[in-house]
């Protein structure tokens, strides 16, 4: 008898599991699984375990809050039911096999802080839908074979931190809007095939420590506008169509700016003494 009424407790607490869950939620993990080789995947998942024991998966109150399956061997294409998950607020599918083109229902994750999705295969344009995910913090689509613009509506994640969209084929000019990313700390568009002038309205952006620019067509000057940015201690920009060379600078001792003009100056004294 006390071995039934235990089964019986353990089969009500994992449909009580399964239950909170809502149905549409497990259906966006499971579309994820099938449309990604889920039997392959380096740490797969028990589908008739409790949804809250699945690899990667975080759930608070009820709701899926994390997906984090990076190095995890995920082979194929984002699901646009991923779309359905919007409660989410960190997805990281970084270092696996994915392609097509990124789903265009990622807008509806609302609660999104952090969106990770480097050294994967997706193609096509970055969807201008994404500038709806207006809690994002931490935008990660580097290493990819994304092309096109950047869209003008990333100009609108004002709450943005981290924007790495390096090693892609991304093309056109850096939005003059970018100085509404006030908050911005990393920015990297190193290695795609951008081009125009860098413009000055980065200078706005008080909080940057990093800027990534190297290995594309940009032309003209570095803006002196950037010697006020007093927080920026790595710089990359060599490697470009721009008047003068740069030695791409790191320093944990101050400003790069600060040693980057003194190099610069250094430089155009040797020019002169000769």
């Known amino acids: ?26 259906d966006a993990l499971l579309a994820l699984y099938n449309a990604t080789n889920g039997t392959e995947w380096n740490s797969t998942w028990d589908l008739n375990a409790s949804v809250d024991t699945w690899y990667g998966v975080k759930v608070e109150n009820d709701k899926i809050v994390e997906i984090n399956l990076k190095f995890n061997n995920l082979n194929g294409n984002l699901p646009q039911e991923i779309g359905n998950l919007t409660s989410l607020k ?35 344009s970055i969807p201008s839908e994404l500038g709806g995910l207006k809690k994002l913090e931490s935008l990660k689509l580097y290493s990819n074979k994304l092309s096109g613009e950047i869209p003008s509506a990333i100009m609108g994640l004002t709450n943005l931190k981290e924007l790495l969209l390096g090693s892609n084929f991304l093309t056109g000019n850096i939005p003059n809007e970018i100085y509404a990313l006030s908050k911005l700390q990393k920015l990297s568009l190193m290695d795609n095939k951008m081009d125009g002038e860098i413009p000055s309205e980065i200078a706005q952006l008080k909080d940057l420590e ?9 032309t003209g000057d570095l803006p002196m506008e950037f010697m006020s940015l007093t927080k920026l ?32 100056s250094a430089a155009i004294m040797d ?4």
Do not use: R, W
């Open 1 to 26: 008898m006390k071995t039934l009424k235990l089964i019986a407790i353990c089969l009500f607490t994992t449909a009580y599991s399964f239950a909170n869950i809502s149905s549409t939620e497990k």
């Open 233 to 264: 201690n790595t710089i990359m920009v060599s490697d470009n169509n721009l008047n003068q060379e740069y030695t791409s600078i790191s320093s944990k001792n101050g400003p790069a700016l600060m040693h980057l003009e003194l190099q610069n």
């Open 90 to 124: 960190v997805l990281n599918l970084g270092f696996n096999k994915l392609k097509g083109t990124l789903p265009t229902t990622l807008s509806n994750l609302k609660e999104l802080k952090a969106l990770e999705l480097f050294m994967n295969g997706f193609e096509g």
């Open 210 to 218: 990093e800027l990534l620019l190297s290995t594309n067509q940009f």
């Open 271 to 274: 020019i002169e003494k000769e």
